[in-house]
C-alpha cells in the first residue's frame, strides 16, 4: 500500500523488522560480553575495560547525527534510506568478528588499543544501518496505530535478536571451549546471522512506499538546533536515557552476577536470558492491544514503574533462592517489551508533530539523535558498571584462571543489577507525566498548524 494507508502488507512489515535481529546481536553482545571479555579473558582492569566500551558509544554522538543527516539529503534510485542500509550489512558483522577476534599482543595497553578502534568502526557501521532504519516507518505509514504495529515487528525481532545473542553466544563460547577460541567462534557465527538478516531488510523494503521530502538546505547544527526546540522529543528523549543507563548496567553486570555471585557458568547466563527475553516476545502484541486503549504514555508509564519494582527486588537474588530469581526474571521480561516498544513507538509521533509545523521531513536528524542517545545510555551504563568493579577492588584475570573477587566487588555487581537500575527507572517517571502527544492531541495539532510556519516552534 502506499505511505498514507493505515496498514502495511504483513509481508513488508516482516521483512522491515527483520533487520532488527542482525542489530539487536550487535547491540546486546557488546553490552553483554565485551565488557567481561576484556576484564576475564584478556585480564584488561576493569577500570580501562569500561573506556574501551564507553568511547566508541560516545563517538555516536557526533557520527549519528551526521549520517542522520546524510540520509535525509540522499538521492538515489533505491530512496534516500536503503543505499546505508546496504552499506551497515556489509561492513558491521565484518567489524563485529574482528572485534572478538583479538590477536595476542604484547601488552594489555595494545589489545586495549586494538578493541577500542575496532569497536569504533563497528558503532559506525551499525549507526550507518540504524539511523536510516529506524527513521523509515514515519515514512512508510502516517498513520497513527500502523505505525506501532510496524514497530511491533521490529520490536519482535529485536527481542529474537536478544535472545539469540544473549542465549546463543555464551553457549557457542562454551562449546568453543572459553577462552579466545570459543569468543572467536562465537563471533563468527553470529556476524553472518547479522549480515543476513540485515540484508533480508535491504531487499526486502525495495517496494516500500517510501515518502521523500524535498532535499534540505539546512546544515546539520541548524537541524539539531530546531531538533532541541521540540519539547515532546526533547522530554521522551531525556526519559528514555535514564532507562538505558539502568538496562545498560544490568547487561554488563548480568555476566559478573552469574560468574561470582551465583557463582554458575555460561549456561545459567543462557537460561537467564531465554526467561527474560521469551516473555518479552509474548507480550509485545499485548503491549499494543493496552496502547490502543490506554494509550501508549499511560502504558509506558505502567511498565516503567514495574521494571523498577522489580530490579530494586533482585538485590535479594541469591544462589539459594534460584526459582525465585528465575520468575523475577521472567516478570521483568514481560515489561521489558513495553520499554523497548514505546519509546520507539512514540518517536515518529514528535517526527509528525515537527513535520506539521515546519512543512519538511526531517526524521533522519531526530532518529539519528534518539539512536546516539540509545547508544549513548547503554555506554554510560557499562561504564558505571566498570567504574563500580574498580572501585570495589575487582580482580582481573586471563581465561582459565582462578581468583577471589573481594566483597567489595561483589556488592557492586549487586547493585548494578538491581538498586541503580531500580532508581534510574524510577527517575524517569516525572518526565515521562509531562509527555502529551498522545492521538488526539497529535491530531488536533496537525490539522489546527498551518503547513510552512518556521522550524524549531515548540509543542
Same mark, same amino acid.
Given at each position: 500500500?502506499?505511505?498514507?494507508?493505515?496498514?502495511?502488507?504483513? +509481508?513488508?512489515?516482516?521483512?522491515?523488522?527483520?533487520?532488527?535481529?542482525?542489530?539487536?546481536?550487535?547491540?546486546?553482545?557488546?553490552?553483554?560480553? @565485551?565488557?567481561?571479555?576484556?576484564?576475564?579473558?584478556?585480564?584488561?582492569?576493569?577500570?580501562?575495560?569500561?573506556?574501551?566500551?564507553?568511547?566508541?558509544?560516545?563517538?555516536?554522538?557526533?557520527?549519528?547525527?551526521?549520517?542522520?543527516?546524510?540520509?535525509?539529503?540522499?538521492?538515489?534510485?533505491?530512496? *534516500?534510506?536503503?543505499?546505508?542500509?546496504?552499506?551497515?550489512?556489509?561492513?558491521?558483522?565484518?567489524?563485529?568478528?574482528?572485534?572478538?577476534?583479538?590477536?595476542?599482543?604484547?601488552?594489555?595497553?595494545?589489545?586495549?588499543?586494538?578493541?577500542?578502534? @575496532?569497536?569504533?568502526?563497528?558503532?559506525?557501521?551499525?549507526?550507518?544501518?540504524?539511523?536510516?532504519?529506524?527513521?523509515?516507518?514515519?515514512?512508510?505509514?502516517?498513520?497513527?496505530?500502523?505505525?506501532?504495529?510496524?514497530?511491533?515487528?521490529?520490536?519482535?525481532? =529485536?527481542? /529474537?535478536?536478544?535472545?539469540?545473542?544473549?542465549?546463543?553466544?555464551?553457549?557457542?563460547?562454551?562449546?568453543?571451549?572459553?577462552?579466545?577460541?570459543?569468543?572467536?567462534?562465537?563471533?563468527?557465527?553470529?556476524?553472518?546471522?547479522?549480515?543476513?538478516?540485515?540484508?533480508?531488510?535491504?531487499?526486502?523494503?525495495?517496494?516500500?512506499?517510501?515518502?521523500?521530502?524535498?532535499?534540505?538546505?539546512?546544515?546539520?547544527?541548524?537541524?539539531?538546533?530546531?531538533?532541541?526546540?521540540?519539547?515532546?522529543?526533547?522530554?521522551? /528523549?531525556?526519559?528514555?536515557?535514564?532507562?538505558?543507563?539502568?538496562?545498560?548496567?544490568?547487561?554488563?553486570?548480568?555476566?559478573?552476577?552469574?560468574?561470582?555471585?551465583?557463582?554458575?557458568?555460561?549456561?545459567?547466563?543462557?537460561?537467564?536470558?531465554?526467561?527474560?527475553?521469551?516473555?518479552? =516476545?509474548?507480550?509485545?502484541?499485548?503491549?499494543?492491544?493496552? +496502547?490502543?486503549?490506554?494509550?501508549?504514555?499511560?502504558?509506558?508509564?505502567? /511498565?516503567?514503574?514495574?521494571?523498577?519494582?522489580?530490579?530494586? +527486588?533482585?538485590?535479594?537474588?541469591?544462589?539459594?533462592?534460584?526459582?525465585?530469581?528465575?520468575?523475577?526474571?521472567?516478570?521483568?521480561?514481560?515489561?521489558?517489551?513495553?520499554?523497548? @516498544?514505546?519509546?520507539?513507538?512514540?518517536?515518529?509521533?514528535?517526527?509528525?508533530?515537527?513535520?506539521?509545523?515546519?512543512?519538511?521531513?526531517?526524521?533522519?536528524?531526530?532518529?539519528?539523535?534518539?539512536?546516539?542517545?540509545?547508544?549513548?545510555?547503554?555506554?554510560?551504563?557499562?561504564?558505571?558498571?566498570?567504574? /563500580?568493579?574498580?572501585?570495589?577492588?575487582?580482580?582481573? *584475570?586471563?581465561?582459565?584462571?582462578?581468583?577471589?573477587?573481594?566483597?567489595?566487588?561483589?556488592?557492586?555487581?549487586?547493585?548494578?543489577?538491581?538498586?541503580?537500575?531500580?532508581?534510574?527507572?524510577?527517575?524517569?517517571?516525572?518526565?515521562?507525566? *509531562?509527555?502529551?502527544?498522545?492521538?488526539?492531541?497529535?491530531?488536533?495539532?496537525? +490539522?489546527?498548524?498551518?503547513?510552512?510556519?518556521?522550524?524549531?516552534?515548540?509543542?
Amino acid at each position: 500500500m502506499s505511505a498514507t494507508g493505515t496498514k502495511l502488507p504483513t +509481508s513488508l512489515a516482516l521483512a522491515y523488522g527483520a533487520g532488527s535481529l542482525g542489530t539487536a546481536l550487535f547491540s546486546v553482545l557488546p553490552g553483554l560480553l @565485551l565488557l567481561y571479555f576484556l576484564t576475564d579473558t584478556l585480564a584488561i582492569s576493569a577500570g580501562l575495560a569500561a573506556w574501551a566500551v564507553f568511547v566508541p558509544k560516545a563517538w555516536d554522538i557526533l557520527a549519528d547525527p551526521v549520517i542522520g543527516h546524510l540520509s535525509d539529503s540522499t538521492r538515489s534510485p533505491w530512496g *534516500r534510506r536503503r543505499p546505508f542500509l546496504l552499506a551497515g550489512a556489509l561492513a558491521l558483522p565484518i567489524a563485529f568478528y574482528l572485534l572478538f577476534a583479538v590477536p595476542h599482543f604484547a601488552t594489555p595497553a595494545a589489545t586495549f588499543a586494538y578493541v577500542l578502534a @575496532l569497536f569504533m568502526l563497528a558503532a559506525t557501521a551499525y549507526a550507518t544501518f540504524q539511523i536510516p532504519y529506524v527513521a523509515m516507518p514515519g515514512e512508510m505509514t502516517q498513520d497513527y496505530h500502523a505505525r506501532t504495529s510496524l514497530i511491533s515487528y521490529r520490536i519482535a525481532f =529485536v527481542a /529474537a535478536g536478544t535472545l539469540l545473542g544473549g542465549a546463543a553466544a555464551p553457549a557457542l563460547v562454551e562449546l568453543g571451549g572459553g577462552g579466545r577460541f570459543g569468543y572467536r567462534l562465537m563471533a563468527a557465527v553470529l556476524a553472518l546471522v547479522c549480515m543476513g538478516a540485515m540484508l533480508v531488510t535491504f531487499y526486502g523494503t525495495r517496494r516500500a512506499a517510501l515518502r521523500d521530502g524535498p532535499p534540505l538546505a539546512l546544515g546539520w547544527r541548524e537541524r539539531l538546533r530546531i531538533a532541541s526546540g521540540n519539547r515532546p522529543f526533547l522530554i521522551l /528523549a531525556a526519559s528514555y536515557l535514564l532507562q538505558l543507563i539502568g538496562l545498560g548496567g544490568v547487561l554488563a553486570a548480568l555476566p559478573y552476577f552469574v560468574a561470582h555471585h551465583l557463582g554458575a557458568g555460561n549456561l545459567t547466563l543462557t537460561l537467564l536470558f531465554v526467561l527474560l527475553i521469551l516473555p518479552t =516476545v509474548v507480550a509485545m502484541p499485548l503491549w499494543v492491544l493496552v +496502547s490502543r486503549r490506554i494509550g501508549k504514555q499511560r502504558a509506558y508509564r505502567i /511498565a516503567t514503574l514495574g521494571a523498577a519494582l522489580i530490579c530494586a +527486588s533482585l538485590a535479594f537474588a541469591d544462589a539459594t533462592r534460584l526459582p525465585l530469581l528465575y520468575g523475577q526474571v521472567a516478570l521483568f521480561g514481560l515489561l521489558y517489551g513495553a520499554l523497548q @516498544l514505546f519509546p520507539f513507538a512514540m518517536l515518529p509521533d514528535t517526527i509528525e508533530l515537527d513535520h506539521a509545523r515546519s512543512g519538511l521531513r526531517r526524521d533522519g536528524v531526530f532518529t539519528g539523535a534518539f539512536i546516539a542517545v540509545e547508544k549513548i545510555g547503554f555506554a554510560v551504563g557499562a561504564l558505571w558498571v566498570g567504574v /563500580a568493579l574498580e572501585l570495589g577492588g575487582f580482580v582481573e *584475570r586471563h581465561a582459565g584462571e582462578q581468583v577471589h573477587q573481594p566483597a567489595g566487588a561483589v556488592w557492586a555487581i549487586r547493585l548494578m543489577l538491581s538498586l541503580s537500575p531500580a532508581l534510574l527507572f524510577a527517575a524517569s517517571l516525572p518526565l515521562l507525566a *509531562r509527555y502529551d502527544v498522545s492521538e488526539a492531541r497529535l491530531a488536533a495539532l496537525v +490539522s489546527a498548524t498551518p503547513r510552512g510556519r518556521p522550524p524549531g516552534v515548540r509543542a
